[in-house]
């Protein structure tokens, strides 16, 4: 049998097979919570070994995008509680992302009283979508105080703790892609003199590891994540790679694994027109990290096998594959064309482009 179908452990369970479906968010979530149809699109889904969700804010002030979701208030909750339960009817496992945008916002896409707060004076560059006024220039976040983080700190903690009460399998920290986490890791980003800032990869590297130790203590490391992006294309934005960043990663990949958390999940958008990650540092994190490696990023079901194959990692994760393909592992078996996702409806409010994709056996009847 093929590598990807095998059944495996991670951290506190385990999964029907090595298919990870990637967090996307599909911006549907009306007043930040999910409902129904969220349930309905991961339960379908469900067949993948593991589910990540979308990215979902511990705090008001995370929800940078429109119609994202949150996990603080009960509402939220129990919309989770719908999706949890909908992906354990089907026999899958589901661990929310757990994504704080920071300066990645704009305050129109807010609630009253949120605020856009940031590890740096610097407003993010470009343009974001608001549902009140289009596209409008990202807000200028204020500078997180010592109280800001460890508010924020916090923050993770409490909504972890709901989404586990909430019945959902485990939380992946985003420590990726330029939101909240990477903007302290990012010496081009951040811009605190304190403990959290400056020159040193450990300051800069402590809000993701005070972060995941608080969680960890809350919820426990077999039922924790984290995303990372070592070269990813907000890093160019923001004047480049650093010199520091092997060094970074690995000390990063290091401190987690003393945490004990079940996986590292390394993100690779070389596809998606960022730099290409160099493998030489894919495996100095495999080196250093002591748990389960996720793979992410431009996967097929050949280079996944073969990547499997050769060690290069333990799970394999699927995104823009599960939009338009809800059964993907039955299409893997089948070696069934993949279908497309229409990329006019990824953000969109909605069923179309969200629930309505068929699986093989529905689109044959
Ligand atoms: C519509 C869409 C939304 C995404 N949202 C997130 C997100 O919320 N969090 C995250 O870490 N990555 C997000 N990503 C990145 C994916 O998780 C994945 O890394 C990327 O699509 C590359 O994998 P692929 O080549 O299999 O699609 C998103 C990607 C897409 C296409």
């Known amino acids: 049998m093929s590598e990807l179908f095998k059944s495996t452990k991670l951290g506190d ?10 967090p996307m968010t599909r911006s549907r979530a009306i007043n930040n919570a999910p409902s129904e149809l969220e349930a309905t699109y991961y339960s379908q889904r469900a067949g993948a070994g593991l589910i990540i969700t979308e990215g979902v804010s511990p705090s008001p002030n995370g929800l ?11 509402e939220q909750k129990a919309g989770w509680k719908k999706v949890a339960d909908a992906v354990h009817a089907e026999g ?24 856009v707060v940031a590890p740096t004076t610097q407003t993010k560059q470009g343009d974001m979508w608001t549902d009140t ?17 460890k508010q924020a ?18 939380i992946e920290i985003h420590g990726a892609n330029g939101y909240l986490i990477e903007q302290f890791i990012n010496p081009n980003v951040n811009t605190l003199t304190n403990e959290y800032g ?12 005070d972060v995941t130790k608080a969680v960890v203590e809350a919820i426990g490391a077999g039922k924790v994540g984290v995303r990372v992006s070592p070269y990813g294309a907000f890093g160019v934005e923001e004047g480049g790679v650093y010199p520091q960043i092997d060094e970074t990663y690995t000390y990063i990949a290091e401190e987690l694994s003393k945490l004990g958390v079940a996986y590292i999940h390394v ?20 080196a250093a990290f002591n748990g389960t490696y996720i793979l992410s990023g431009g996967y097929t079901k050949e280079t996944a096998e073969a990547d499997l194959e050769a060690g290069k ?21 089948q070696n069934a064309e993949l279908a497309e996702g229409d990329s006019s409806t990824f953000y969109m409010p909605g069923e179309k482009g969200y629930t309505d994709y068929p699986t093989l056996a529905e689109a044959e009847a």
């Not at 940078?64 to 009960?74: K, L, P, V």
């Not at 990202?138 to 109280?147: A, G, I, L, V, Y």
């Not at 333990?314 to 893997?332: K, T």
Request: aromatic share 6%; proline share 4%; glycine share 10%.
């Open 133 to 149: 006024d289009g596209m409008v220039p990202h807000t200028e976040p204020r500078e997180m105080t010592s109280e800001d983080i």
């Open 92 to 115: 899958g496992k589901i661990f929310v992302q757990m994504m704080h945008t920071g300066r990645v916002s704009a305050l129109q896409n807010m609630v009253d009283g949120a605020e």
């Open 267 to 286: 993100v690779d958008h070389s596809t998606m027109g960022s730099p290409e990650v160099p493998v030489s540092i894919k495996a100095k994190i495999r």
């Open 13 to 22: 369970y385990t999964l029907n097979n090595k298919v990870v479906m990637a």
């Open 153 to 170: 700190i916090e923050e993770y903690v409490i909504a972890s703790k709901n989404m586990i009460e909430s019945g959902i399998d485990g």
């Open 64 to 74: 940078g995008y429109a119609r994202i979701s949150g996990a603080y208030s009960d």
């Open 198 to 209: 400056g020159d040193t990869i450990e300051n800069r590297s402590r809000f993701l590891l």
């Open 313 to 333: 990692g333990d799970l394999v994760a699927f995104g823009r594959a599960y939009i338009a393909n809800p059964d993907l592992v039955e299409r893997f078996k």
